[in-house]
């Protein structure tokens, strides 16, 4: 008797393991670049990874049938971006977050590079990646040049008009 319901027990656990309520797609995509120049050769890797979830929602009508259709329910995307420049490793997703003069900004892929948004108007750029595995910087002040340091960090470079010198700005990475 204690076998019986130990197995029974064993039988209706594993079943519930395998039953799945939700349907999950993920694919990741690695873009890898080379640029060769008199100053030797430089990879860069940039790898998205887009992951599509959907509950799985049956029919009504089909509530005490073997075969139930399934019923149309939102698909949840995330999309995860990361790009390596030699030994930099930065995540660029949705959910990116960059401070810079304390202020919050936040930093959306996009095509071409990536768009810097914020509260603070004169934080706010459009970048383009460049074939030398820089930035092209479109700011307010002026275009300029950008970069990911060793922290992770990304950097702007561009001439202020105004001051009548190179200003550097630096928005700092949060950790999430």
């Not at 490793?89 to 810097?116: K, Y």
């Not at 001051?163 to 999430?176: E, G, H």
């Amino acid at each position: 008797m204690k076998s019986l319901i130990l197995s029974t027990v064993l039988i209706l656990a594993t079943s519930f393991a395998f039953a799945q309520n939700k349907d999950v797609l993920e694919e990741t995509v690695t873009k890898t670049t080379t640029v060769k120049d008199n100053k030797g050769e430089e990879q860069s890797q940039q790898s998205v990874v887009v992951r599509k979830e959907q509950n799985i929602n049956l029919s009504e009508a089909d509530r005490n049938k073997i075969n139930q259709e399934r019923v149309a329910s939102p698909v949840k995307i995330t999309k995860h971006e990361t790009i390596i420049d030699g030994n930099v490793q930065t995540v660029l997703d949705n959910n990116a977050s960059f401070t810079c003069e304390g202020v919050e900004c936040d930093f959306s892929p996009s095509n071409q590079g990536f768009i810097i948004g914020g509260n603070d108007n004169t934080l706010k750029a459009i970048s383009y990646k460049s074939s030398s595995n820089d930035f092209i910087v479109e700011t307010e002040k002026g275009n300029g040049i950008g970069y990911f340091d060793s922290n992770a960090n990304f950097v702007i470079e561009y001439y202020d008009k105004d001051q009548n010198k190179i200003v550097k700005r630096v928005y700092t990475a949060q950790q999430q």
